[in-house]
């Protein structure tokens, strides 16, 4: 078999790199389409929102539930009053006590207008006066206690889960972590790993703009170090300098991670299951239309980030996932669904940043 040309070359590299993108728009979006998807989504929406002091006192009664025995876990997470737990399907277990948090008593006041901007109030049972008109305002007139429990607190229905990501597993190909780095550190960056997420705040990887400094979790398999190192070299390519330093955070993580997927699938790394569902939390509801929208950027970086490698590139053949490519075109992508607030979710961009 003759070897290719160049240009050959390039163009078969620009077609891999079509197909992945093609691929990773199609998944996202049948991904924010899905029933677990609008049902996780449904269910947040029925749980409430605590204000910061709740949920310190939240977290700190449930810390000492948790000392007595009365809970598994240390920290809470979904926590919702007895009569929405029950709406959901669920039932406060025997024994647990709920936690206080302060709930804000509020009425309105009313305030009669005229026609000259002036406002006066009006007392109970007054009305206003000709030429007036009365506009009501909400006042706060103090708090009330009322108690909430956490989900480990009750038990009942099944609660929906939305797709999460999962870290690679195995071995990364040969030479990609050095040729990355090289590609990081000709930018003005140091590289580095550190021991746990927890030093870095839970996330898996981290871009330091200030010391311009990009960290890795070190705990975690080859592949999975190697393809959050490459979601790091996207965002020193792309959000340095403008106009990417001025996109907003959901853009800069699709795009990102866009690139960690569009790369490793070239060099026939599968990492489907943690970048679709995590592009999907970032880009919302019109998934597959905001991953098209970013494709130019992330292409200019995935092919500074293959050209860099010195590990073989995927040749020819039917790329990953070219057959649900053909199922969601034939559905339609970027069905209208619930929009998927990334502020809806436990921060998706500390899981790998």
């Known amino acids: 078999m003759a070897s290719l040309s160049r240009a050959?070359?390039?163009?078969?590299?620009?077609?891999?790199?079509?197909?992945?993108?093609?691929?990773?728009?199609?998944?996202?979006?049948?991904?924010?389409?899905?029933?677990?998807?609008?049902?996780?989504?449904?269910f947040q929406a029925r749980l409430h929102v605590y204000s910061p002091n709740n949920v310190m006192?939240?977290?700190?009664?449930?810390?000492?539930?948790?000392?007595?025995?009365?809970?598994?876990?240390?920290?809470?997470?979904?926590?919702?009053?007895?009569?929405?737990?029950?709406?959901?399907?669920?039932?406060?277990?025997?024994?647990?006590?709920?936690?206080?948090?302060?709930?804000?008593?509020?009425?309105?006041r009313r305030i009669a207008l005229d026609g000259d901007g002036a406002s006066r109030l009006l007392g109970r049972g007054e009305a206003p006066t000709e030429g007036e008109r009365v506009d009501s305002r909400p006042v706060l007139a103090g708090f009330r206690v009322q108690y909430v429990f956490d989900v480990s607190q009750t038990s009942g229905v099944e609660l929906p889960v939305r797709p999460c990501p999962r870290l690679l597993e195995g071995k990364a190909p040969a030479g990609l972590w050095p040729s990355v780095t090289r590609l990081i550190q000709d930018r003005g960056f140091?590289?580095?790993?550190?021991?746990?997420?927890?030093?870095?705040?839970?996330?898996?990887?981290?871009?330091?703009?200030?010391?311009?400094?990009?960290?890795?979790?070190?705990?975690?398999?080859?592949?999975?170090?190697?393809?959050?190192?490459?979601?790091?070299?996207a965002h020193v390519i792309l959000h340095e300098g403008p106009p990417g330093r001025f996109l907003p955070r959901p853009v800069k993580e699709v795009e990102?991670?866009?690139?960690?997927?569009?790369?490793?699938?070239?060099?026939?790394?599968?990492?489907?299951?943690?970048?679709?569902?995590?592009?999907?939390?970032?880009?919302?509801?019109?998934?597959?239309?905001?991953?098209?929208?970013?494709?130019?950027?992330?292409?200019?970086?995935?092919?500074?980030?293959?050209?860099?490698?010195?590990?073989?590139?995927i040749d020819g053949g039917r790329p990953p996932g070219a057959a649900q490519i053909a199922a969601t075109a034939a559905a339609g992508i970027?069905?209208?669904?619930?929009?998927?607030?990334?502020?809806?979710?436990?921060?998706?961009?500390?899981?790998?940043?």
Request: proline share 3%; glycine share 10%.
């Open 8 to 42: 050959e070359q390039l163009e078969r590299a620009e077609a891999r790199i079509a197909s992945a993108q093609q691929t990773l728009a199609a998944e996202v979006a049948a991904l924010v389409s899905g029933e677990a998807w609008r049902r996780f989504l449904e």
């Open 57 to 108: 006192l939240i977290a700190a009664q449930h810390y000492r539930a948790f000392v007595d025995g009365a809970v598994g876990t240390a920290e809470p997470s979904w926590v919702a009053g007895f009569q929405t737990w029950k709406a959901l399907g669920r039932t406060v277990q025997r024994g647990q006590h709920g936690y206080m948090v302060l709930a804000p008593c509020r009425y309105n």
């Open 190 to 233: 140091t590289v580095d790993t550190v021991g746990e997420a927890a030093i870095l705040g839970g996330a898996n990887g981290v871009t330091r703009w200030d010391d311009r400094t990009v960290l890795v979790r070190g705990d975690m398999d080859d592949a999975a170090r190697v393809k959050t190192l490459i979601h790091e070299a």
């Open 256 to 313: 990102a991670e866009s690139v960690a997927y569009v790369v490793a699938s070239v060099h026939g790394m599968v990492t489907d299951g943690y970048s679709f569902p995590y592009v999907a939390a970032w880009a919302g509801a019109e998934g597959g239309e905001v991953v098209q929208a970013t494709q130019a950027r992330v292409a200019l970086a995935a092919r500074a980030v293959i050209d860099a490698s010195p590990a073989a590139h």
């Open 334 to 353: 970027g069905q209208s669904v619930v929009a998927a607030n990334p502020a809806d979710f436990p921060e998706p961009g500390l899981v790998e940043l």
